[in-house]
Nanobody, 124 residues
Framework: QVQLVESGGGLVQAGGSLRLSCAASARTFSPYGMGWFRQAPGNEREFVAAISWSGGITNYLDSVKGRFIISKDNAKKTVYLQMNSLKPEDTAVYYC?????????????????WGQGTQVTVSS
């Protein structure tokens, strides 16, 4: 069983930055691919970013490319999402997820464990 706890959400003005963290309580963390997803009110959960088990492969939603950076610290068992140049349309609850296959997929059904989410609100 893996527990994931997100932190770092909050209220920020458009153009600002936030860094989300997701800490894993797991005996091993390095084999996992990790992803970030988000869900805005009335919308389905959507893929934001993912990273492979080694950190060597990353994928991003087109609308966040060049603004968001996903990274993984296996020693700290933590994955991060650095969010820059935030826009009001980035407002959502952000969830991290762990993929036991280590791929870091864009597909939510391929993830095995999910955190509870952290709210990000970007004001205009």
């Amino acid at each position: 069983q893996v527990q994931l706890v997100e932190s770092g959400g909050g209220l920020v003005q458009a153009g600002g930055s936030l860094r989300l963290s997701c800490a894993a309580s797991a005996r091993t963390f390095s084999p996992y691919g990790m992803g970030w997803f988000r869900q805005a009110p009335g919308n389905e959960r959507e893929f934001v970013a993912a990273i492979s088990w080694s950190g060597g492969i990353t994928n991003y939603l087109d609308s966040v490319k060049g603004r968001f950076i996903i990274s993984k610290d296996n020693a700290k068992k933590t994955v991060y999402l650095q969010m820059n140049s935030l826009k009001p349309e980035d407002t959502a609850v952000y969830y991290c997820a762990a993929d036991l296959l280590g791929v870091g997929s864009e597909i939510s059904s391929e993830y095995d464990y999910w955190g509870q989410g952290t709210q990000v609100t970007v004001s205009s």
